[in-house]
């Protein structure tokens, strides 16, 4: 099973862009990266998933390098609301068994 | 849709009590996920099951944690006897074939084991 690793946290403030990097260096060729969102006293919220080189939506970018052994989580303009604790995991989506890291928390500041 | 609903958000309960959490997942989803959530521990996956059928239970703790899922919409994750180290969020989640990690989650159970 491949492993992440993350920053543990990350500060910003209001309408800057942020980018967290996950390094995920055992990646296997099927295995998707897939970040997640999560506030407070709520369950995780699936943000972006992707495979190789870039996906976008409305709410972030990923960017993956043709090694796939590390991805990028971009958010645009960050606002008070993006406060959370944004994970990052890889798997095949189908007979695996999903486990999120620590996670990094990204404090947003006015 | 009405996303994943889980009963109830909140228990409390003592040492040695039996505690059933209860999870509806998204119709049409055939993968059903239970996770346990503390400050030390963090995010982690108990057992999932793929068209009713766990496949995966080796998250699960210890025997007091039982999980079934008798029918495509329903699913209970059982603690028999509770302790206060049980004392966690519980979260379901559902997702559908196909599309790789996107799980949906429930709004978790808060359970306190006194």
């Known amino acids: 099973l491949a492993k992440t690793t993350q920053p543990i946290s990350m500060d910003s403030y209001e309408g800057q862009e942020v980018n967290i990097t996950c390094s995920h260096n055992?990646?296997?060729?099927?295995?998707?990266i897939t970040w997640y969102q999560q506030f407070p006293s709520q369950g995780p919220r699936f943000i972006i998933q992707g495979y190789k080189t870039k996906v976008t939506n409305e709410v972030a970018s990923l960017f993956i390098p043709a090694d796939r052994k590390s991805s990028t989580l971009s958010l645009p303009r960050v606002s008070l609301s993006d406060t959370a604790v944004y994970y990052c995991l890889v798997g095949d989506g189908g007979g695996f068994k999903t486990i999120f890291g620590a996670g990094t928390r990204l404090f947003v500041k006015a | 849709d009405a996303g994943v609903i889980q009963s109830p958000r909140h228990e409390v309960t003592e040492m040695g009590q039996e505690v059933t959490l209860r999870c509806k997942p998204i119709s049409g989803h055939d993968y059903l996920f239970w996770y346990r959530q503390t400050m030390m521990r963090g995010l982690e996956l108990l057992i999932y099951f793929n068209n009713n059928v766990p496949i995966d239970d080796s998250g699960m703790p210890e025997d007091r944690f039982s999980a079934k899922m008798p029918n495509a919409s329903f699913s209970t994750l059982k603690i028999q006897p509770s302790e206060p180290r049980d004392s966690a969020v519980y979260f379901c989640?559902?997702?559908?074939?196909?599309?790789?990690?996107?799980?949906?989650f429930g709004p978790g159970t808060r359970l306190t084991v006194l």
């Open positions: 055992n990646i296997a060729t099927n295995d998707y």
């Open positions: 989640a559902s997702s559908e074939s196909g599309r790789g990690n996107e799980q949906f």
